[in-house]
């Protein structure tokens, strides 16, 4: 079996999962506890418009998909805090208006989009050495940002009243986290993809609240959960020729089970 890794496209699913599950770990802690899953959904659909715009201007998809996504969040959190219109709202005008700008380019783009399903709902066997490189600097910015930010992050998290009050810029630390939860979306594209991101963004750290309320607690056993549930998708895909993306989940929505039934026990005791 381990005669497998001799393969550059498997060390390659490896290493993916590895920095795919650092990022979601991490922003995801940050989604369960402010709450922002029905958002994040938002965003990561939206992504698809950055896919479609990629492929029409010949660029990389998920190079596309980064700018897209990120405008997109900027967008929602400005209209949200400026404009005073309800998240809901704006949430499901972007997911439809992601989506709807991703199938018009494509669909106008000449020629065939041979890897579309991919980015939709993921394979991580199949992430080139590029893209490797590239979710390793997401994954850099990503942990830089929270770890000079971190007080002022959790601040703004917990208690944006709170955080105001102790003149922090809450309106500015919103819009970073909306654009770190941004790239990290883009990040799990190539794992899981566009439709089954939000699953690996919050399933482990909602698992993680279950059995403490420190955030740094929180991001750590994310961080191991999500590496747990992508090594375990990947060797499992590879090994039952089934899709990594949707196993990657399914393992993780079965701990995820288990965490409930094991909490529920807990307080029946």
Known sequence: MLSVLGYEFFRNALIAGLLASIACGVIGTYVVVKRMVAISGGISHAAFGGIGLGYYLGIDPIAGAVLFTVGAALGMGML?????????????????????IGVLFV????????????????????????DIRLMALLAAVILLVVAVLYQELLAATFDEEYAAIMNLPVERLVLLLLALIALTVVMLIRVV?????????????????????????????????????????????????IPSGATIILIGSAAYAASLVHTHMGRIR
Request: charged share 10%; no cysteine.
């Open 107 to 130: 669909s106008i783009t000449p020629g065939f989009a041979p890897d579309l399903f991919s980015y939709l709902f993921g394979n991580i066997l199949l992430v080139p050495a590029g």
């Open 193 to 241: 993809g566009i439709i089954l991101v939000i699953a690996l963004l919050t399933l482990p750290a909602a698992i993680s609240r279950q059995y403490t309320s420190r955030l740094k607690a929180m991001m750590l056993i994310s961080v191991f959960l999500g590496i747990a549930f992508t090594m375990g998708g990947i060797w499992l895909s590879y090994l039952l020729d």
């Open 80 to 100: 949200q805090f400026r404009a005073r219109q309800q998240i809901d709202t704006l949430i499901g005008a972007v997911w439809a208006a992601g989506m709807a």
